[in-house]
Every structure is written in structure tokens, then in C-alpha cells.
T-cell receptor
Framework: NAGVTQTPKFQVLKTGQSMTLQCAQDMNHNSMYWYRQDPGMGLRLIYYSASEGTTDKGEVPNGYNVSRLNKREFSLRLESAAPSQTSVYFC???????????????FGPGTRLLVL | QQQVKQSPQSLIVQKGGIPIINCAYENTAFDYFPWYQQFPGKGPALLIAIRPDVSEKKEGRFTISFNKSAKQFSLHIMDSQPGDSATYFCAASSGNQFYFGTGTSLTVIP
């Protein structure tokens, strides 16, 4: 099992450019999440998908869109990148909420994004 | 505002010492409190987690102490080893909404 995979690993964008970060999990998890990690800020939830076909905003959704393509894949799109979106982006997945142990999140290796 | 406050920001201990990392929260709706360990260049990995109906949970050298009335919880690492050097994050959740602390960088000196 690969767990949670993310592509690309590193990306440099110019202000105003768009890009899509890809995430896939092979653990048959229902829920998937996108976080950004910034120095001194910890991880902040951008969007999540509790189940296939649903998406909801997290703590910092502005400037981002997401698509839950199927149960395995959850993508994050930056339509017009800004320097404030320079960050490390992590995708995570979990079995489900509401069940003991189901909340355990498994994280991918991250995508390092630099917006100039 | 920060939903989960974590301290200290950094911690240096000798091998065999017992580092303690503290977290505090305000939202009483939180019902799941995990701790994550992150090594440089890697994603966070779950270390141990607790629910508010118990006051302590131990897994190997890692212990969570939970004080529901004070809305605080802490991570203790017994007999710390150089391999424990990493960044540790506490978190709190309600449903699918997860809030993380700002992290503690732990260095264990051989």
C-alpha cells in the first residue's frame, strides 16, 4: 500500500498562475482533507471531503477550490496564485468520523509550493 | 484566533529525560485529541490520541494526560531518545473539523 500520495512534490509559480495539487489514497478511506503548513502556524485545514461527492470549507478556504473526483482522489486548485499561498500543502485521509479510531488521519508527504 | 494553544515552541532535553508538551483549548465541543509527530520533509504521523472521557492514555513511552475541567492536555515522553527529535503537534477535533497547535520542536541530546 502506498498510503496517501501527492503530486507534485515541489512547484514554483508566478503570481496569477493556476495549478492543481493532486492527492490519492489507496486505503479505501471515506474522508479526505487538505491542509497548509506555515512556520509558526501549525497545520490549518483548507477544505475537507467527508465522503465521496461532498466537500466543505475548513478554516482557511479563501483562494482555493477542491474536487473529490472519486473515493480515491481529492484535488486542490489554486485559480490565481498569490505569494501568500506559498506554503507546504498536505493531503490526509481517514476512515470516517464518529467511529472510535476512525478519525485517525494519514498524511501524504506534502507539496512545497513557492509563489513568486 | 488559535483554537488550540501549544507550548513550548521548542524544547531541548538530555537522553533519558521526560519532555512535556502542553496544549489548551476553549471549544468544549471538541471530542478527539490526537498528537502527531513530524520529521523534517515528511508528513505528520499519528502518535497517540485520547477522548475526553479518560484522564490518561499510555502507549509505550508516550503518555497523554487530559484535564477536561481545565481544558488542557499534555504529552509526556518517557526515557526520551535522540530518535524522538522531531516536531510534535497537538490537535483537537469535532466531526471533520481539525484544529492543530503551532508545534513544538523537540531535540533530544545524546
Amino acid at each position: 500500500n502506498a498510503g496517501v500520495t501527492q503530486t507534485p512534490k515541489f512547484q514554483v509559480l508566478k503570481t496569477g498562475q493556476s495549478m492543481t495539487l493532486q492527492c490519492a489514497q489507496d486505503m479505501n478511506h471515506n474522508s479526505m482533507y487538505w491542509y497548509r503548513q506555515d512556520p509558526g502556524m501549525g497545520l490549518r485545514l483548507i477544505y475537507y471531503s467527508a465522503s465521496e461527492g461532498t466537500t466543505d470549507k475548513g478554516e482557511v478556504p479563501n483562494g482555493y477550490n477542491v474536487s473529490r473526483l472519486n473515493k480515491r482522489e481529492f484535488s486542490l486548485r489554486l485559480e490565481s496564485a498569490a505569494p501568500s499561498q506559498t506554503s507546504v500543502y498536505f493531503c490526509a485521509s481517514s476512515w470516517t468520523s464518529g467511529l472510535v479510531g476512525g478519525e485517525t488521519q494519514y498524511f501524504g508527504p506534502g507539496t512545497r509550493l513557492l509563489v513568486l | 484566533q488559535q483554537q488550540v494553544k501549544q507550548s513550548p515552541q521548542s524544547l531541548i532535553v538530555q537522553k533519558g529525560g521526560i519532555p512535556i508538551i502542553n496544549c489548551a483549548y476553549e471549544n468544549t465541543a471538541f471530542d478527539y485529541f490526537p498528537w502527531y509527530q513530524q520529521f523534517p520533509g515528511k508528513g505528520p504521523a499519528l502518535l497517540i490520541a485520547i477522548r475526553p472521557d479518560v484522564s490518561e492514555k499510555k502507549e509505550g513511552r508516550f503518555t497523554i494526560s487530559f484535564n477536561k475541567s481545565a481544558k488542557q492536555f499534555s504529552l509526556h515522553i518517557m526515557d526520551s531518545q535522540p530518535g524522538d527529535s522531531a516536531t510534535y503537534f497537538c490537535a483537537a477535533s469535532s466531526g471533520n473539523q481539525f484544529y492543530f497547535g503551532t508545534g513544538t520542536s523537540l531535540t533530544v541530546i545524546p
